[in-house]
């Protein structure tokens, strides 16, 4: 379910599938027991496939054998020597068994790949797969392959660590004779972490839903991993409105040769700038809307009135939808910031309670008609440049602005200040500055 969930919030649909149904159904392995034990016994049956009765115990001292002689883990063949007679004995037995697959030890399997042309991999390399488990489920290999010819599938499309289980795959279309219908087979490269490291659920969220808990826009995600699978579309996605119209343009001119293999770079921080991106080119109302979509509730002590005001301050400011409830907490829960934080670290001691008092002093006297941004903003700075200050060095605005963020925000940095005081009101600006100023002292 949490693939379809990702594909729906990225606007991939698809035409055939257990909720969509199709000609080919059921499309749920699990109800497709009875096709599987079908092809399972024509392989038994032709002699391409055997059952094994190794114990688990058997094969973990098989490993070691191999391990210690330098060689790669393989099943040894053990089962396959078994008489008809052996084996109808296990089995009336009850002795829990698998199913292997029967692999040429002599020769190469040589297949196509769209990507990197002409493979060979030599068959005494190849591991004899066990095809259905003990519980009589099949694995991938045997359920992947019956599954795509019948439904008909042209192009098998996966990462590059399955190039060495293709030989698997040919080899069991040519035991069923499938060969002519054979998909074409096209390996991708692995995501890389910027070290070139693969990219790991272990080490980073590789989950689409996890991103969307995030706050990245679906727009993001579907921009950021085509721009990896095809760098053109970087600069001209960017431009579209929705995810599906990104991928109607995609489709336009997607060619699979055109894909490098050297293996694409997941960059966490480009797919921030890139969500912040997308952000921008909402309107404040939109963003309200993707905000509420998302799940953000607003603080009640924050008037319906100013919202839309705060989103269109947050918009320049934030780069994922998380980044906007710390952002503008400070409308709702008055900050209550230490000491230091208030301090100047560029000007002499006691210069951000003088700063504090004369922004105090030049507001005071503001009428509330008059409360907004601008006027706020005019009388903050004239008073600071006006100010015959105690200190050696000329002091400017933007040298004691700093602590006005920090006793009205909370924070050195956040929303534009003046807008912040003015949807404050001027009893809360002032309250606060008056906090921060006894702080000091």
């Not at 490993?63 to 099943?75: D, I, L, M, N, S």
């Not at 050297?262 to 404040?284: A, S, Y």
């Not at 503008?328 to 002499?348: D, I, Y």
């Not at 933007?398 to 001027?426: H, W």
């Amino acid at each position: 379910m949490a693939i379809f969930s990702s594909l729906r919030w990225l606007s991939i649909p698809w035409d055939e599938g257990p909720d969509a149904g199709g000609p080919f159904a059921p499309y749920r392995q699990s109800e497709r027991s009875d096709v599987y034990r079908k092809y399972a016994k024509e392989l038994r049956d032709a002699g391409h496939a055997f059952p094994c009765f190794c114990t688990e115990e058997r094969l973990e001292e098989m490993r070691v054998a191999q391990r210690a002689a330098h060689e790669a883990p393989h099943y040894d063949g053990h089962c396959l020597s078994l008489t008809a007679e052996e084996v109808a004995q296990h089995e009336r037995d009850g002795v829990p068994s698998v199913l292997r697959l029967v692999v040429p030890r002599e020769g190469t399997c040589v297949f196509e790949d769209a990507l990197r042309g002409r493979i060979e991999i030599e068959w005494k390399s190849v591991d004899m797969q066990v095809l259905v488990k003990s519980d009589g489920f099949p694995t991938y290999h045997l359920a992947n392959v019956v599954d795509d010819h019948l439904m008909q599938i042209t192009h098998v499309i996966r990462g590059e660590e399955w190039i060495s289980s293709t030989p698997k795959h040919v080899l069991l279309y040519e035991y069923f004779g499938w060969s002519r219908e054979m998909p074409r087979f096209c390996h991708f490269p692995l995501l890389r972490n910027p070290d070139k490291s693969k990219l790991s659920k272990r080490r980073n969220p590789t989950s689409i839903l996890h991103y969307r808990a995030r706050g990245f826009l679906p727009e993001t995600l579907v921009h950021f991993l085509a721009a990896l699978v095809d760098g053109r579309n970087d600069e001209r996605l960017l431009a579209c409105a929705s995810p599906s119209e990104m991928l109607e343009r995609m489709c336009e001119d997607f060619d699979v040769t055109r894909i490098s293999l050297g293996g694409p770079v997941f960059d966490l921080e480009k797919l921030v700038w890139l969500n912040g991106q997308h952000l921008r080119r909402h309107t404040p109302a939109e963003l309200l809307e993707i905000l509420h979509e998302w799940g953000y509730e607003w603080p009640e002590a924050i008037a319906q009135a100013w919202r839309t005001r705060i989103a269109a301050l947050a918009l320049d400011r934030i780069r994922t939808l998380e980044e906007f409830a710390p952002l503008v907490a400070f409308f709702a829960e008055r900050p209550n910031p230490a000491k230091e934080e208030l301090e100047l670290p560029k000007l002499p001691s006691g210069a951000a309670a003088e700063a504090l008092a004369v922004a105090m002093q030049a507001l005071v006297n503001v009428g509330d008609g008059e409360w907004q941004a601008d006027a706020i903003g005019e009388r903050l700075k004239s008073a600071v440049n006006e100010r015959t200050w105690p200190f050696p060095t000329t002091v400017r605005f933007r040298d004691v602005v700093r602590a006005y963020y920090v006793a009205v925000t909370g924070s050195p940095t956040s929303v534009p200040l003046f807008d912040a005081m003015e949807i404050l009101g001027k009893t809360e600006s002032l309250r606060r500055m008056e906090i921060a100023l006894e702080r000091l002292h």
